[in-house]
């Protein structure tokens, strides 16, 4: 199973990696167009800032075309006449760094034979530049012939050169010497060398600049990025459900252990089931013979005497028959809660059936459990209890002696509990034996 998975992730991963690199290789391109209805200022350069100069350029815009009408005079030693595409004013320009080549679809006229055409493209760095000072930027420059080129000319950025009169006047170090296109803030198309004084134009229909979304180089060294994660998250992976392997293998020698143990949980468990009721969690007959019996067993001197209390509630008939079993069993649960909380821990509780309960007070003189039951009673009068209903009590206490029956005992309790009941409920009666009665006999 592990190894099928693997399988097939890998061939999963083989063919992305094939879709991404075709996709990189033919696709994923971004392209920035600029012509006539692009945003971008033009502009209009000419010698006469300089001493001598006497050129004079206007913009000019015709069939969709952006241009640029020269009238070159002699005069300036190096007479030129530049159109120029603003992208943004320095220190702010356009990152064009991101694009592989320029397709430029340029016409060009003039007196010379073969006319040809300087495209400059300016670059703002803080390091070799200064804000104000348009001299101070960079010029990558490119020299070529448009009329060799009537379906237009596609030329890799990396053919452009850093002017080297810009760089006789600018000297710096060789890292900056390189081309630059980070920061662009114009692109200019500018009258060549050798130029002839008379009429020269200059026209633009449209640029492309291209490149891909991401570099060929970039996206490559991302998919290698990607195969070591993957093998490296297959090795934890793998490390993982081995070491996982092993713990299985260790545990599974301790297995029957612990279902040995489970099982004996479990019986006892159901035991302690069969011992309780299941309304009240208290005692049933059988777990409270068995506690008797138990606690007869650990201590027979300490044991003795014990105080038997039945305890019965009074016209509980009447509860069931008005209000419905629901209610009745909220009562027994009430009552079995506020016993269970107003007794020592180690006094026994059972439910004996019904609305009847017992309770067991070891080591307890039968006068002194007729007083606990006594509270007892008025605490169970007192209590709220649901639907406002008001919930009593009729006790019957009896003790029972080491060496005498138990169901002696009972049937003492039993009937102190009915002499209650008879006398008018909410109330505690005890039933002496003759043993008993010299002593405990009531004034």
């Known amino acids: 199973m592990h190894a099928r998975v693997l399988r097939r992730l890998l061939i999963a991963l083989l063919a992305l990696t094939g879709i991404a690199l075709l996709w990189n290789q033919f696709g994923m391109t971004s392209t920035l167009v600029i012509d006539a209805r692009s945003p971008y200022r033009v502009l209009a350069l000419d010698d006469r800032a300089n001493a001598g100069g006497r050129s004079v350029a206007t913009v000019s815009r015709e069939g969709g075309a952006v241009g640029m009408d020269c009238d070159l005079h002699a005069g300036y030693e190096w007479a030129f006449c530049e159109l120029e595409i603003e992208f943004g004013t320095a220190p702010h320009g356009i990152d064009l760094s991101r694009y592989d080549s320029m397709r430029l679809w340029v016409t060009a006229t003039g007196p010379e034979a073969q006319k040809r055409v ?24 490119l020299i070529y012939v448009p009329a060799d080129y009537p379906q237009g000319y596609e030329v890799p950025l990396a053919r452009f050169q850093v002017a080297q009169w810009w760089i006789d006047e600018h000297p710096m170090t060789l890292a900056l010497e390189a081309p630059d296109f980070r920061n662009a803030t114009r692109l200019s198309f500018s009258t060549g060398p050798k130029v002839e004084p008379g009429a020269h134009t200059i026209r633009v229909r449209r640029i492309e600049l291209t490149g891909k979304l991401i570099a060929t180089s970039t996206f490559r060294l991302a998919i290698i990025a990607v195969w070591m994660l993957s093998v490296f998250g297959y090795l934890v992976v793998d490390s993982a459900l081995n070491r996982r392997r092993l713990r299985l293998s260790a545990a599974s020698q301790h297995s029957l252990q612990r279902l040995n143990e ?52 009074d016209h509980f008939k ?81 003790e029972w002696h080491r060496g005498e029956d138990l169901n002696d005992g009972i049937r003492r309790a039993d009937e102190a509990m009915y002499r209650a009941k008879r006398e008018g409920r909410d109330r505690v009666e005890i039933e002496l034996d003759a043993r008993d009665a010299p002593e405990t006999q009531p004034a």
């Open 118 to 141: 300087r495209v400059y493209v300016r670059n703002y760095d803080p390091a070799y530049s200064r804000p104000g000072v348009a001299q101070s930027e960079k010029v990558d420059q």
């Open 262 to 313: 489970s099982l004996r949980l479990e019986t006892r468990s159901l035991a302690e089931i069969a011992r309780s009721d299941p309304l009240t969690g208290a005692l049933n007959r059988k777990g409270l013979a068995d506690e008797l019996a138990r606690s007869v067993r650990m201590g027979e001197d300490k044991a003795f005497p014990m105080t038997l209390v039945f305890i019965d509630i």
């Open 318 to 398: 009447r509860i069931n028959d008005r209000l419905g079993h629901a209610v009745g069993d909220q009562v027994i649960r009430g009552l079995a809660e506020l016993v269970r909380s107003a007794v020592q821990r180690e006094d026994l509780f059972a439910r004996w059936g019904g609305e009847e309960f017992l309770l067991v007070f070891r080591d307890t003189p039968g006068m002194k459990g007729c007083a606990i039951a006594q509270r007892l009673r008025e605490r169970i009068a007192g209590a709220a209890w649901p639907e406002g209903l008001r919930v009593t009590c009729s006790f019957g206490v009896a």
